[in-house]
């Protein structure tokens, strides 16, 4: 066990950190959602796969590659969001907060039956872009360029809406809006139209991941389900609605689960569950949560 | 029962100035869920003028206030704010007619730091205040401006709740209890901001339990018990009221 082989324990490592990176994008997506609108995403997943798939068609259709894909699939799959806050939760918004609940998974249902329906679940091929292919040959392992650039990439991403939230005005009426919508309103401030852009916003996270994610794993209707649940575990260690906390428990239960696979790799598919029964008998609110 | 004593609303104006009468309510009844709480409330507020709202508790003060912003349940009568009608309107466009509102509970967010706090009402017109401006009237802030919005005491919390909605530029205040729970001292800092709040031409309508705070300052005082207006009491009535004021505060 303490035989420990560098080469294999990082390749690991890397691929907990890409891994990181993917759920802590979607983990920030649900965190920002679940922050302002208090509703629990279940359609993040779905959008994911969205993401994925509006880069798919637009290869395969409109020869758009996949530097496009990473601008047009969020702000598709941003729209289409939005058009489900206005439509479908705005008018159930007042009512227990089970219904919003409820809604969505049938939605990611929906959506997922319907992709499944038209592409069976086998899986779709998308080329890796050309610029990202080859990599670096490090000392102790090999480095693929498009693995990198994920975790650049993610790393870049989550910071930027960490930035915003924490230090702009944007953010400030975000989390002033998360505290007391009805007196933010009383100030002057259109608090429907920004819960809806938040909306938006947070499932165009999950798109952008999903256009990441179509070179390294295929498109397949069932991407997204796949992840969700796990997604969920990691919003919880991290903290409910907390920005930090969903981006940094996201790169480390990577990491974690990629340690696990080295050192025993039959727990690797538990251990962030694990990690989150402990977090919550430890510390209810999560790792980066604020007491109640 | 005393029958409510209010000013004869449905007369004509002879000149058309509708901007000198700020706040006009006219029968307004307000409900929270089912629970009917105003019933029948008329007032109004001229300009440059600092009118209380006078009662105990849950006679229905509070909930005016807050009827005016949109934030109780359902409500009807009519509220002209400036000249406009505000019933229909959606509650994200009413303080832009020139409305700051400052609640009971301060409502100070703990996400913000105390100057995140100050600049996060949207001005809604264009002669507020500068932060800076802000800062010299309340030297405190200036010094905590990096603090959490809610580590401030008491006091400082509520200059800092009603700061925020000077440096909008409103030029009607609604205030809900603000010398609650505050020292002595703080509240004689209160009324001299209010005091010169009024000489700066800005229209006051302040929900007061501290009679002794609103009797020197304002101009006039509407009683209210059970969600009616049941008495209006000018300044210059006072001392031939005052028994009865005592009967209604219970003081």
Known sequence: MFDINIMALSGQLLIGLINGSFYALLSLGLAIIFGLLNIINFTQGAMYMLGAFVAWFGLDLVGLDYWAALVVAPVLVGVVGMLVQRFLLRPIANENHLYSLLLTIGLAMIIQGFFTHLYGSSGLPYAMPEALKGGFRLPFMYLPMYRAWVVVAALVVCFATWWVIEKTRLGAYLRAGTENPQLMQAFGINVPLIVTATFGFGVALAAFAGVMAAPIYSVSPEMGANLLIVVFAIVVIGGMGSIAGAILAGLLMGVIEGLTKYFYPEASSTVIFLVMVLVLMLKPAGLFGKEA | ?251
């Open chain 2, 1 to 251: 029962m005393n029958k409510p004593v209010t000013l004869p609303l449905s007369q004509p104006t002879a000149a058309p100035k509708p901007h000198r009468e700020k706040v006009r309510i006219s029968d307004l009844h307000a409900f929270y869920g089912e629970s009917h709480i105003l019933h029948g409330i008329d007032l109004r507020v001229m300009q440059g003028e600092l009118v209380t709202l006078l009662g105990r508790n849950g006679s229905g003060r509070s909930t005016t206030l807050r009827a005016i912003m949109k934030m109780v349940g359902r409500r009807s009568g009519s509220i002209v704010i400036n000249g406009t009608e505000t019933l229909d309107l959606p509650a994200h466009r009413i303080a832009h007619l020139g409305l700051g509102y400052c609640p009971e509970e301060r409502g100070i967010f703990s996400s913000l730091n105390v100057e995140e706090n100050l600049r996060l009402p949207p001005a809604v017109r264009s002669d507020g205040m500068t932060v800076e401006q802000i800062y010299e009237m309340f030297p405190n802030l200036y010094e905590r401006r990096f603090s959490q919005g809610t580590r401030l005491s008491g006091g400082e919390q509520q200059m800092l709740a009603l700061a925020r909605i000077l440096r909008t530029g409103a030029n009607i205040l609604l205030l809900d209890e603000i010398t609650e729970g505050l020292a002595p001292v703080i509240v004689k800092r209160l009324a001299e901001v209010l005091v010169d709040l009024k000489r700066r031409g800005l229209t006051i309508l302040l929900v007061e339990q501290n009679f002794r705070f609103a009797a020197p300052i304002a101009d006039r005082h509407y009683v209210m018990e059970h969600g009616h207006i049941v008495e209006e009491v000018a300044a210059h009535e006072l001392e031939a009221k005052t028994g009865l004021l005592k009967t209604y505060l219970g003081v």
